[in-house]
């Protein structure tokens, strides 16, 4: 029981290492690529972009399970597994909300836009890299074990879990709203009022709509708000 709260807790702190560092290198990279800043986020509350915590907790078990195996196989494993989160993700973001949080689609070798070659060999090259910095990670999570650090896990954890419910919830009322369909409980009427078509463009400021936008959209600098609806006027 001792090694199954330890693991989890190694991993909690990746992913929460992992989520901030893919806000950084996003940032990092959007300003460097297209001469401008954005924060990428994939929460309401937390500033995570959870596609790379996820990637990260996952780097760390699957070093864990692929230790002996030739550097090919790893490479092939973790670039497979990679690709499949960004599949899975990017389709239920496309089919349930009608939107594109990333978009391969003007790249070589995609899927429909969800995945392409080139990142698949981005996951394969990162997964192998941290497999050969596991030492000094192992080192950097001793602190997992004490009891203060496995606490903290905890309410992390139980943060991020409500805020993923929230902002999914939030998330699918943004989408009905866009298609023009109006708020029939006092949730969704909370929803229209707290969380606005402006806001929620300013917070996911690489999303779009798949009817309405294109990948362009998301990569320029935007000089209005993206889609604004008063709904002050909305009774809770």
Not at 82 to 106: I, K, P, T
Not at 173 to 188: F, K, P, Q, T, V
């Amino acid at each position: 029981m001792e090694f199954i709260i330890d693991m989890l807790c190694r991993c909690l702190w990746l992913f929460v290492i992992g989520s901030l560092l893919g806000v950084i290198l996003e940032g990092i990279w959007w300003r460097y690529r297209y001469g401008f800043w954005q924060t990428h986020t994939t929460l309401l509350w937390s500033p995570f972009c959870t596609i790379y915590g996820f990637g990260c907790a996952g780097c760390y078990i699957g070093s864990l399970l692929l230790v002996g195996q030739p550097i090919a196989v790893k490479f092939i494993i973790f670039g497979a597994v990679g690709m499949l989160v960004e599949l899975v993700g990017g389709a239920l973001v496309y089919y349930g909300l009608g939107m594109r949080a990333w978009d391969y689609s003007d790249t070589f070798m995609n899927l429909k836009g969800f995945v392409n070659l080139k990142m698949a060999l981005v996951w394969g090259f990162y997964g192998c890299m941290f497999q050969l910095l596991m030492p000094a990670v192992n080192r950097f999570l001793a602190f997992s074990a004490d009891s203060f650090w496995q606490i903290t896990a905890f309410c992390i954890a139980l943060f991020v879990a409500v805020d993923t419910v929230f902002t999914s919830l939030v998330l699918y009322r943004w989408s009905r709203r866009h298609r023009g369909m109006r708020a029939e409980s006092r949730i969704a009427r909370f929803i229209d009022r707290r969380y606005p078509d402006e806001k929620m463009q300013k917070r996911f400021n690489n999303w779009y709509f798949v009817d309405t936008g294109s990948v362009q959209d998301a990569r320029t600098k935007p000089k209005a708000p993206f889609h604004t609806v008063n709904y002050e006027s909305t009774v809770f």
